[in-house]
């Protein structure tokens, strides 16, 4: 069945960085874009970036421009998340999370990983 | 930037509809969907594209659309309709989710 799974996380001091990674399976990974969500704890959910199919168009939520970077690598069915000068504030629960239909912008999100945690804090 | 607003939480009776909510300027322009969470766990798409359900989606989740206000409705809910809603749209090329509504079945 189609499955996302993350991983990377842990616990990171300000201003260092951290990559995740989003394995697929189940699914033609190089047709679909892929997002990253997060969930401060307790928190509602926030998207972090998008990246379209073939990794030629990349958006990202205003907080974390300049400092995190989306991309993927279809050879190998994994998105990853490059997370540099990382702030307490990036505390949260990241998950990658599937377009519903191939189309890009506009998709739902249809399949969602298990998450992963980072923790920012000296 | 855009806004989605939902209440914080909505109570309904087992068995009796409820209503959460999700307002937005001339969000009936866009395309909304729902996705519930349970504690622990990931969250599920429930509604897209306003109204549509998912595969596996009870049909006594249903969606609706119009003006500033999207509206995901809950007939007959169930002890199991229990968890955290966020609806979610697009606004240009960025993705916005509602603060998320706290559903409780009493």
């Known amino acids: 069945q189609e499955q996302l799974v993350e991983s990377g996380g842990g616990v990171v001091q300000p201003g260092r960085s951290l990559r995740l990674s989003c394995a697929a399976s189940?699914?033609?990974?190089?047709?679909?874009?892929i997002h990253w969500v997060r969930q401060a704890p307790g928190q509602g959910l926030e998207w972090v970036a998008f990246i379209q199919y073939d990794g030629h168009n990349k958006y990202y939520t205003d907080s974390v421009k300049g400092r995190f970077t989306i991309s993927r690598d279809n050879s190998k069915n994994t998105l990853y998340l490059q997370m540099n000068s990382l702030r307490p504030e990036d505390t949260a629960l990241y998950y990658c999370?599937?377009?519903?239909?191939?189309?890009?912008?506009?998709?739902?999100?249809?399949?969602w990983g298990q998450g992963t945690m980072v923790t920012v804090s000296s | 930037s855009y806004e989605l607003t939902q209440p914080p939480s909505v109570s309904v009776s087992p068995g009796q509809t409820a209503s959460i909510t999700c307002s937005g300027d001339?969000?009936?322009?866009?395309?909304v969907c729902w996705y519930q969470q349970k504690p622990d766990r990931s969250p599920v798409l429930v509604i897209y594209?306003?109204?549509k359900r998912p595969s596996g989606i009870p049909e006594r989740l249903s969606g609706s659309n119009s003006g500033n206000t999207a509206t995901l409705t809950i007939s007959g809910t169930q002890a199991m309709d229990e968890a955290d809603y966020y609806c979610?749209?697009?606004?240009?090329?960025?993705?916005?989710f509602g603060g998320g509504t706290k559903l409780t079945v009493l």
């Open positions: 979610q749209a697009w606004d240009s090329n960025t993705v916005v």
């Open positions: 001339k969000l009936g322009d866009k395309y």
């Open positions: 189940g699914f033609t990974f190089n047709s679909y874009g």
């Open positions: 594209q306003d109204s």
């Open positions: 999370a599937k377009g519903l239909s191939g189309a890009g912008t506009g998709d739902a999100f249809d399949i």
